[in-house]
T-cell receptor, first 114, second 112 residues
Framework: SAVISQKPSRDICQRGTSLTIQCQVD?????MFWYRQQPGQSLTLIAT?????????ESGFVIDKFPISRPNLTFSTLTVSNMSPEDSSIYLC???????????FGQGTRLTVV | GESVGLHLPTLSVQEGDNSIINCAYS??????FIWYKQESGKGPQFIID?????DKRQGQRVTVLLNKTVKHLSLQIAATQPGDSAVYFC???????????FGTGTRLKVLA
């Protein structure tokens, strides 16, 4: 199973600023994903991070707000731009090796916007 | 650390008893299902999976049951222990895609 590390593990940010979250996988993986987990809620997929091409965003999420990079098969970043208190959430990185296989998760980044 | 599942349905179980956590999934085209456990301050952790060509799968102390007719999934935990206290999510994988849809989650509280 893949081991996923996220940095930072938590942060408190001022509204209007941006935060970049890093995700490192200990092996090469085909698919990487970013999820948001709002307080007391389940996980919602933000986007699929594709290596060598632009990320694919889910309905309700846009590239200007959540730019994503995927420079290689082991690393991705998610930026939360122009933050507001409504962006306070846990952001989770996930990877899987193919369809119909289990997805692994990082420990999450707990973001509080004040 | 922060807790997840503050507003989620809660199942309270006496230590040593069996737990049953239920999940209704949304898409009849889903063909792969996973149960995840999420402890406070951590990401979801894989517990057990099941494919749509099965209706039951057993692991160590856990059993997953799948009823495709009513789109229902359940997780049974035998002899529940304090370390089982967490939020449990079911996730469905849409056939032919890489996407997972997560259920709303249930918080399991084990009483000593």
């Amino acid at each position: 199973s893949a081991v996923i590390s996220q940095k930072p593990s938590r942060d408190i940010c001022q509204r209007g600023t941006s935060l970049t979250i890093q995700c490192q996988v200990d092996s090469q993986v085909t698919m990487m994903f970013w999820y948001r987990q709002q307080p007391g809620q389940s996980l919602t997929l933000i986007a699929t991070a594709n290596q060598g091409s632009e990320a694919t965003y889910e309905s309700g999420f846009v590239i200007d707000k959540f730019p994503i990079s995927r420079p290689n098969l082991t690393f991705s970043t998610l930026t939360v731009s122009n933050m507001s208190p409504e962006d306070s959430s846990i952001y989770l990185c996930s990877s899987m090796s193919g369809g119909g296989t289990e997805a692994f998760f990082g420990q999450g980044t707990r973001l509080t916007v004040v | 650390g922060e807790s997840v599942g503050l507003h989620l349905p809660t199942l309270s179980v006496q230590e040593g008893d069996n737990s049953i956590i239920n999940c209704a999934y949304s898409n009849s085209a889903s063909d792969y299902f996973i149960w995840y456990k999420q402890e406070s301050g951590k990401g979801p952790q894989f517990i057990i999976d099941i494919r749509s060509n099965m209706d039951k799968r057993q692991g160590q102390r856990v059993t997953v049951l799948l009823n495709k007719t009513v789109k229902h999934l359940s997780l049974q935990i035998a002899a529940t222990q304090p370390g089982d206290s967490a939020v449990y999510f079911c996730a469905e994988n849409l056939s032919g895609t890489y996407k997972y849809i997560f259920g709303t989650g249930t918080r399991l509280k084990v009483l000593a």
